[in-house]
């Protein structure tokens, strides 16, 4: 038997001297030293006690040394738990107690608070810093390069990932080695990945997106990136001469759009823009292609089972769709309350069934269990529709979906709408208690820079455009939209924040 994951990214890689990574600061990183520190990392966990099987937890800045302790933990037989640098002490002691890592990594200013945590499961404590320092760097550089890789079979655990959890308690995700090698496998080839591809990496990889979606693909595909800790315009915008493709949240693309150095020819070399882990508006893919010629790709995945669909490598990505199922993937539109599965065109719960989809949650058998239909699929919480030409459509989670007078209606409809009026730059159409209704409409509303916007030119503009118990009852105008870390709007914040706007 051999390391699933990792024998599979060993047999894809080229010439030890070729460019794996590089940073902003001109550090390289080749595929040979790849092999070499994911080696030592490996022979230092095993070193620090840490068995096949048990949990490496880390909080650490992004730095090609955390991306070597994702590889190095899966190598020596352990599950991977990355977790969000922007977690307080509270959070983590969950995280901690409900994994039990066997060791902790995290930042020099974090340990003091995490040990007390880390004590109660009998985890060790070392650091990383943002330059890659620390005592888990010392044991590294100390540790022999040399490692027999762990043998994991394909469904073995190789990473567990906590959900946001903006309902309730947050739930690890458990992912197989096959979970993350199918995917892998799967998108280099849909997307065209090759190993002349230089990907453009600016994503955080506590993440399924930055650390799966991209890295273990441009792996497999054996090419190169470009590393940097984090999205700074200025960088990506030097740094894009260079790319040939580039994984992005919405954010990314509205932040690129709004620099007048972002041209047609700084990116008519550019192979392929990828969007992802929050939703496109169709006026960003819109301006985005008339202003550079790109069409930006959209796709649709979860943490749970990382990339489920994509619009089309060659052929038409629609605006406000995200593609057809991957190969290998089932997609079906079901009824929430009955699980029948529905015809073309009607809005029921995304259900997905494949080699990507996870194993369960972590300690969770109840939960796995009423998540899963009986056939294996996998209830998502996603509302969607397919069309009449089989493109995948997501009108929000099912937690969003607003019911007012006894009417179902989907937030992403309404807040199409609501972004094609001049002036306004995004919108989130929330759920909230109305004394009549149960729950009415309120639309929340950032502008564009400079521009102005009033409550009641937003309601009369949808007045002739959706029926009336579509309609926001209030329309309240605000800088900028709450996000989490990967770009996603939190409409949980949204509705307690206005959850008394309808009954003053």
């Known amino acids: ?14 010439h030890r001297a070729k460019t794996f990574l590089e940073t902003p600061e001109g550090r390289i990183l080749t595929y040979g030293d790849v092999e070499t520190l994911s080696g030592q990392v ?37 599950v991977f738990l990355p977790l969000n640098t922007a977690y307080t002490p509270a959070e983590m002691d969950y995280f901690i107690t409900d994994a039990e890592p066997a060791v902790v990594v995290c930042g020099p200013d974090r340990r003091a608070a995490l040990e007390a945590s880390a ?72 997307w065209h990945f090759s190993a002349d591809d230089v990907l453009l990496h600016a994503l955080p990889i506590f993440h399924t997106h930055g650390l799966f979606v991209a890295t273990n693909t441009l792996l497999l595909a054996a090419g190169s990136m470009l590393f940097l800790p984090r999205f700074d315009l200025d960088a990506v915008l030097e740094l894009l001469p260079r790319a040939t493709s580039m994984m992005g949240v919405p954010t990314f693309y509205t932040r690129l759009l709004g620099s007048a150095e972002f041209t047609r020819d700084l990116v008519a070399h550019m192979r392929l823009f990828i969007s992802g882990s929050a939703p496109l508006s169709a006026e960003t893919h819109k301006e985005f292609s008339a202003r550079t010629g790109h069409a930006i790709l959209e796709r649709y995945g979860m943490t749970e089972t990382n990339m489920n669909t994509s619009n089309p490598y060659e052929g038409e990505r629609r605006a406000g769709t995200v593609g057809f199922p991957l190969p290998g993937v089932g997609v079906r539109i079901a009824d929430p309350h009955t699980g029948r599965e529905l015809p073309a065109g009607e809005v029921g719960i995304i259900e997905v069934k494949g080699p990507n989809v996870f194993q369960g949650y972590w300690r ?51 807040e199409a709408l609501i972004d094609e009026i001049p002036g306004v730059a995004e919108s989130a159409v929330i759920g909230v208690p109305h004394p009549d209704f149960g729950e009415g409409v309120v639309a929340v509303v950032a502008p564009r820079p400079g521009a102005r916007l009033d409550e009641g030119a937003v309601i009369g503009a949808l007045q002739d455009r959706l029926a009336r118990f579509k309609q926001p009852k209030r329309v309240v105008v605000v800088d900028s939209l709450p996000r989490n870390t990967m770009g996603k709007i939190q409409k949980n914040a949204l509705r307690e924040t206005y959850a008394d706007v309808l009954s003053a």
């Open 364 to 414: 969770m058998p109840k939960k796995t269990e009423e998540e899963f239909r009986t056939d294996g699929y996998f209830v998502t919480g996603d509302m969607g529709l397919v069309d009449e030409r089989g493109y995948v459509s997501i009108v929000g989670r099912s937690k969003d979906l607003i019911i007012s007078g006894g009417f179902n209606i989907y937030p992403a409809e309404v």
């Open 119 to 190: 004590a109660r499961v009998g985890a060790r404590v070392e650091t990383l810093d943002a330059d890659g320092e620390g005592s888990l760097r010392r044991a590294i550089d100390d540790a022999d390069p040399q490692f027999p890789d762990v043998a994991r079979d394909a469904d073995d655990l190789a990473a567990i990932l906590y959900t946001s959890g903006t309902t309730g308690r947050s739930k690890g995700a458990m992912l197989s080695h096959e979970n993350l090698t199918s995917n892998a496998r799967t998108l280099v080839k849909y």
């Open 1 to 14: 038997m051999t390391n699933h994951l990792y024998s599979e990214i060993r047999s894809a890689m080229p």
């Open 42 to 78: 490996a022979n230092a966990l095993a070193a620090l006690g840490v068995a096949p099987g048990d949990r490496v937890a880390a909080q650490v800045e992004k730095t090609p040394e955390a991306l070597m302790l994702y590889l190095g933990t899966v190598r020596a037989g352990a």
